[in-house]
């Protein structure tokens, strides 16, 4: 049986039609979400025109439309459960942070409007209402609005008043929220219910026009000329925005946005344009700190002092705490220091009063020394008296002769000269010895501060021993840091102890003087052959007012021993080896540079 040609090319064509009918009825639908922020109703009356346009011209795919609320949209993008979404333009900003959506067209109120100034707000006062006439005399008062998420209802006027100084969020004004339809917010300002009410920009026109308000019954405050054909009080921001999901692959972004440009208009004059720059909407949130910039409420300073104050009231306790310990430490810390102080000067002033002491003490034994030997001092003194007075009767008695030969009287005069130079050099080296004097250190001969002491003794004092010195060969050159005339004071008390010992044994032996190294110091030993000394009463011989004499001080060995410690040395007695007698040994500090004089207060 023959198959007639033109059946088989129907068959074809249906099979074709069919396939291609079952092909778009299988086709995934494109699944939009639209922000029903005036209730499901108003969205699906507002939405539904569009939607069947836009199924028109993708092809027959069906759209699926489908209504949330703010929370409910981000939602259902989380769950990729939608490919496009159509919201206000605060909530786009929202959704573009948190869930990458992305705009491609945006909604404009008619073709010759620039989409980045449709969205604006309103605020509107009965018009008798004439202590109201600019946004700052809403301070204190009351503003309906519809809800505190809406973005021309409520958050552009919120930022403009913000400005201004005033800020609804603290009560300036107090804002009563409506909720919507936005009539509701007219009710309220018609009722009195509140001084002034935020509407959308374009809405009082059309309510105007609808005959549902009188014109001029409501007077909007301070109205901004500018881009937008209705009375605003705001800046206008970009209008309602068409975006793509995240997976919504971009074939079909570009096909709905084609469709989207192609649409003429609807019944309220609005149509999509191409997409705006939402960055004025980011600084308007970031200014508000909402939405996507609700997380720098977390750094101001009240949210911090919720979550933190135990931690700040820890921290200022602690401060108290360390400061007041910090005080305390500081007083303890000024009164130690001043009781050091008291106790410093108080040391001070005694330290000068031993000075003094000691130096009453050097001067009174230093006269002691001198009246013990100025018995002898006449005679010292007599020899050069008596020589000079012989000269000079020498001379009357040659003159009354004459026989006064000028040589013979050169040499008269000569001789009485250098007696009377003795006698001078006697006197001046008694009062240089007894005057108070500032103690000196300067470098010195030992050997002939010796000679020195031992001429002095023997001048002094008649019928004295002589004294014999020696010297080892390393103390040859050396030289002594010291005070001169305080070394021969100690020499002079050990010469007069030595012959008072030797007198009381009736020896006129010489006392013997040496000389030696002891390390870095020279070492003065002056020993006699006197009675001696018991052990016991050697290691007291340097207390101060230790004396077996009748007439004794008990001073001078005790003065000895301050003046060799004084020049930094020791002195110390010890049975005279080979005995008999006493050797008393004391050691001075030998320069080791410059031989320079330094003098200090004593
Ligand atoms: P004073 O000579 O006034 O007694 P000193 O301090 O000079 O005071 O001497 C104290 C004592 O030390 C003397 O009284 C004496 O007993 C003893 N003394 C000092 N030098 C000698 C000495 N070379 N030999 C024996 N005894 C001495």
């Known amino acids: 049986m023959r198959f007639p040609f033109r059946a088989l090319v129907a068959l074809i064509m249906l099979g074709f039609f069919t396939l291609a009918a079952w092909g778009a009825a299988v086709a995934p639908p494109v699944r939009i979400g639209v922000l029903a922020w005036q209730g499901l109703e108003e969205a699906e ?9 836009l199924e028109e011209r993708l092809a027959g795919r069906r759209i699926e439309l489908r209504h949330f609320d703010l929370a409910g949209m981000a939602a259902a993008l989380r769950a990729g459960e939608l490919d496009f979404v159509v919201t206000n333009p605060g909530h786009y900003v929202f959704l573009e942070a948190e869930n990458g959506v992305s705009r491609i067209a945006t909604l404009v109120a008619d073709a010759s409007t620039d989409p980045a100034h449709v969205v604006g707000s309103a605020v509107v006062v009965l018009d008798e209402r004439r202590d109201i006439t600019a946004l700052a005399d809403l301070k204190g008062r009351t503003l309906a609005a519809v809800s505190a998420d809406a973005f021309g209802g409520y958050q552009v006027m919120w930022a403009e008043l913000r400005r201004l100084g005033l800020d609804p969020e603290r009560g300036q004004p107090r804002p009563v929220l409506t909720g919507f339809p936005m ?24 309510l105007e026009q609808e005959g549902a308000l009188r014109p001029g019954q409501l007077r909007v405050l301070s109205p901004r000329a500018g881009m937008s054909p209705c009375r605003v009080s705001s800046r206008l921001y970009p209008g309602w925005a068409f975006a793509a999901a995240q ?13 989207l440009l192609s649409l003429s208009p609807d019944a309220a004059g609005q149509s999509w344009s191409v997409p705006a720059d939402y960055h004025p909407v980011h ?27 135990p931690w700040v009231c820890g921290l200022v306790v602690m401060l108290l705490a360390w400061g007041a310990y910090t005080l305390h430490v500081e007083h303890l810390v000024q009164r130690r220091t001043r009781e050091l102080t008291q106790a410093m000067e108080a040391r001070q002033r005694l330290e000068a009063q031993v000075h003094e002491g000691q130096q009453q003490m050097d001067h009174l034994s230093r006269l002691s020394i001198l009246g013990e030997l100025s018995g002898t001092l006449a005679h010292e003194l007599n020899q050069p008296l008596a020589a000079i007075g012989n000269y000079a009767r020498s001379l009357l008695r040659r003159q009354d002769s004459g026989r006064l030969e000028p040589t013979a009287l050169r040499q008269a005069a000569e001789e009485i000269a250098s007696e ?38 023997a001048g002094m004092l008649q019928g004295v021993p002589g004294v014999m010195f020696r010297q080892g060969d390393e103390v040859a050159g050396l030289q002594v840091w010291v005070d001169p005339l ?6 002079l008390n050990l010469f007069k102890n030595a012959w008072d010992a030797q007198q009381a044994v009736g020896c006129d032996l010489p006392i013997e003087v040496s000389l030696s190294r002891d390390g870095e110091r020279c070492s003065v030993a002056v020993r006699d052959y006197g009675p001696g000394l018991p052990p016991e009463l050697q290691a007291r011989l340097f207390e101060a007012f230790f004396t077996t004499k009748p007439e004794g001080l008990g001073l001078g060995l005790s003065i000895c021993k301050t003046i060799i410690e004084a020049h ?35």
């Not at 009539?183 to 059309?206: H, I, P, Q, T």
């Not at 080896?577 to 320069?591: E, H, M, S």
């Open 45 to 53: 009356i507002r939405w539904s025109s569009l939607m069947n346009q």
């Open 183 to 206: 009539s509701k917010v007219v009710e309220a300002v018609l009722n009195g219910d509140a001084d002034a009410g935020v509407l959308r920009a374009c809405l009082l026109e059309r």
């Open 247 to 259: 997976p919504t692959s971009p074939a079909l972004s570009r096909d709905v946005l084609v469709a």
């Open 283 to 309: 600084e308007l949130l970031q200014e508000l700190q909402i939405g996507p910039y609700a997380f720098l409420r977390e750094t101001a300073w009240p949210s911090l002092w919720e979550r933190y104050w």
């Open 420 to 457: 009377s130079e003795r006698a001078a050099g006697v006197l001046g080296g008694i009062r240089a010895f007894a005057r108070k004097r500032d103690r000196v250190r300067e470098a010195h001969d030992p050997a002939a501060l010796v000679r020195e002491a031992s001429r002095l003794f």
């Open 486 to 491: 305080q070394v021969q004071q100690v020499l």
């Open 568 to 602: 930094g040395g020791g002195i110390a007695a010890a049975a005279a080896d080979p005995g008999p007698g006493l050797a008393i040994r004391f050691t001075l500090p030998l320069v080791d540079g410059a031989a320079s004089v330094s003098r200090e207060s004593s």
